[in-house]
């Protein structure tokens, strides 16, 4: 009996376990009723009275030996296993994402982008110009002379009652800036605010956005600005669109026009959009006045151009139908969310 229970002690002693199945297995082994331990309790049961203490005692303390050794195995098998699964539990990619909206362009921006890119591929360069000009650039050296009314086509902001410095009125003074610091062949256009002081309405903004273009070389024709222009329109608002030149007057061109595009809405025969004539107004344009090229120091002998200029504005309006100009700065979410895009 004696040295069963040394062995089965040697046993205990022994065991180590890699796994909880392979400790259950052991404890089932050892203590379960069918166990080797309690088996020795039966036998128990034949041994000589003399000897029971001392064999009772060794029984119990072998009992209590295998089942605390199980029990501890298991416990530390347990803690590998919870602290295993906390270093490898990362992410869930399987779990599904959390949805954080994104913004959207304005859509004065998309629009915006979308004219620079059309010029910037047949080799145009974008130019930017300060917001608050002086009288030079915004007026005079376009041509405007001093008191002529033409002035008053563009009803201006000036700072601080200084008659010399103003909100620029159009984007045209940036032709200056270019011109006054570059040599034909010149190949730009330039995007921006521009400010006049007009009543807001569904119509009119005293803050609205314009593109200037302006393209200066030898020999440049109104015949090489049609093109150029024709090729905008059908960029901009679809393959079958035309162009109509109607003449006009700008200080700074000569001679001057103003372009429509066949309406992109009924495509000719008349619409609300276009107002039944099946034409909408896009833009102004012009060769360049030689008396403007001499005001930037470009030889009028030498070098002609054209240049134009556009309201974004107007563009988006009538692309995305929107009948309300004041739409465009109220910044409401339900309007600007509806102009997602990859411009
Ligand atoms: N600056 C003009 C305006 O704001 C637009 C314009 C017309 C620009 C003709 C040009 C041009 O360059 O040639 O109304």
Redesign the pocket.
Known sequence: MKDKIRTLLAKVEAFDAGSLEEAEAFRVKMLSKKGAIPALFQDFKSVDPAGRKEIGKQLNALKQTASDKVNAIKKRLEAEAESRKQTTQGPDMSTPANFSPIGSRHPLSVVRNRINRIFQNIGFVISEGPEIEDDWHNFSALNFPEEHPARD??DTFFVEKNPDIALR????SV?VRVMESQQPPIRTISPGR?FRNEAISARAHCIFH?V???YIDKGVSFADMKQCLLYFAREMFGEKTQIRLRPSF?P??EP?AEMDVSCNICGGPGCPICKYSGWIEV????M?DPNVLDNCGIDSKKYSG?????GIERIAMNIYQIKDLRMFFENDLRFLRQFESAW
């Open positions: 086509m563009q009125t159009h984007t045209s032709q521009v314009q200037e273009g302006l700008f700074f061109t001057s833009m102004g344009c012009g360049v054209y240049a134009f200029g556009m």
